[in-house]
T-cell receptor
Framework: GAGVSQSPRYKVAKRGQDVALRCDPI?????LFWYQQALGQGPEFLTY????????KSGLPSDRFFAERPEGSVSTLKIQRTQQEDSAVYLC????????????FGPGTRLTVT | DQQVKQNSPSLSVQEGRISILNCDYT??????FLWYKKYPAEGPTFLIS?????DKNEDGRFTVFLNKSAKHLSLHIVPSQPGDSAVYFC?????????????FGDGTTLTVKP
């Protein structure tokens, strides 16, 4: 069956541009997570949705970062006025329930801000 | 302060031998632990998990051990195979306080030599 997909896979943005990263979770998965992974580090939590409700956005680094999941399926992570420190791989993951259990990750979007 | 630490950035073992990957955590609220495996240009893939009510969980060649008093867990792979060569991430969740949110270590790169 289809896994988690993310688009685009690669994005180059000039500093100051806005970007939108899309995540298509596994159909029927209740929970959706966004993580940021810097080179040589582990994924770092950004935000978490249960259906369309954003239950935790404590990991968003600044108010330039915004995420939504309006219909409880597809999610978009938007970064406004990108800065060089935003360069990273952005990973989306989904899971069938609301617990701490295994998450199914997409391949990630590699964002490079020049 | 990094709450989940994988102190060995890399590990090299011979095919057929045992691989032992280690992980330490500091947050005593963590009660569910997971190991993920990651190949280049792909998202992490769930491998095995353990709840804090257990001290061992086994799945085929993979066994995870949890020592709550030492706040330490380890992943054993026996026998190791060249296809196991990947980056391994340890992750921890605190179900009662942050349902679903996982905190990751920085990973250990395992190389299994034929």
């Amino acid at each position: 069956g289809a896994g988690v997909s993310q688009s685009p896979r690669y994005k180059v943005a000039k500093r100051g541009q806005d970007v939108a990263l899309r995540c298509d979770p596994i159909s029927g998965h209740v929970s959706l997570f966004w993580y940021q992974q810097a080179l040589g580090q582990g994924p770092e939590f950004l935000t978490y949705f249960q259906n369309e409700a954003q239950l935790d956005k404590s990991g968003l680094p600044s108010d330039r970062f915004f995420a939504e999941r309006p219909e409880g399926s597809v999610s978009t992570l938007k970064i406004q006025r990108t800065q060089q420190e935003d360069s990273a791989v952005y990973l989306c993951a989904s899971s069938p329930s609301g617990g701490p259990y295994e998450q199914y990750f997409g391949p990630g979007t590699r964002l490079t801000v020049t | 302060d990094q709450q989940v630490k994988q102190n060995s950035p890399s590990l090299s073992v011979q095919e057929g031998r045992i691989s032992i990957l280690n992980c330490d955590y500091t947050n005593s609220m963590f009660d569910y632990f997971l190991w993920y495996k990651k190949y280049p240009a792909e998202g992490p893939t769930f491998l095995i998990s353990i709840s804090s009510i257990k001290d061992k969980n086994e799945d085929g060649r993979f066994t995870v051990f949890l020592n709550k008093s030492a706040k330490h867990l380890s992943l054993h792979i026996v026998p190791s195979q060249p296809g196991d060569s990947a980056v391994y991430f340890c992750a921890a969740s605190a179900y009662n306080t942050n349902a679903g949110k996982s905190t990751f270590g920085d990973g250990t790169t395992l190389t299994v030599k034929p």
